[in-house]
């Protein structure tokens, strides 16, 4: 199993540094372009989640860590930050049945991130917010 790290500002600008990490470890892991796609898509809701709201109005850093290995061959993004406690999958998925105008507003970027990864996990722990993102390969 292989493993990278980054750990960087979490600030709306550092998103293509975030995305050009983890690509880069898909491409090493000869990720289809389909799946990388979709990885990276679900990255750049997170990260930008993190950056936006985690610290507000302060600021603060986030790990990124993407393994890549397992049987069947799958890859794990993990991202940490130390902002305040949120879980992402606490929130109850919104009715995609309403019209745009019925619908509350948010809730879709995390809802599009869960049909498109095969697992998601989060946890709060030694005062850090854990979401895991697992995609098979």
Known sequence: MSERELDIEALVENLPAVQDFVEKCLEEAECSPRICMQISLAVEEIFMNIASYAYAPGKGRAVVRVEVGGDP???????????????????????????AQERQI???????????????????????????LKKKL
Do not use: C, H, W
């Not at 948010?106 to 895991?132: A, H, R």
């Open 73 to 99: 061959l799958s890859a794990t993004v993990t991202f940490i930050d130390r902002g305040m406690p949120y879980d992402p999958l606490a929130k109850a998925d919104p009715d995609i049945t309403l019209s």
């Open 106 to 132: 948010g809730g879709l970027g995390i809802f599009m991130v869960k049909k498109t990864m095969d697992d998601m996990t989060y946890e709060y722990k030694d005062g850090q917010n854990i979401l895991k």
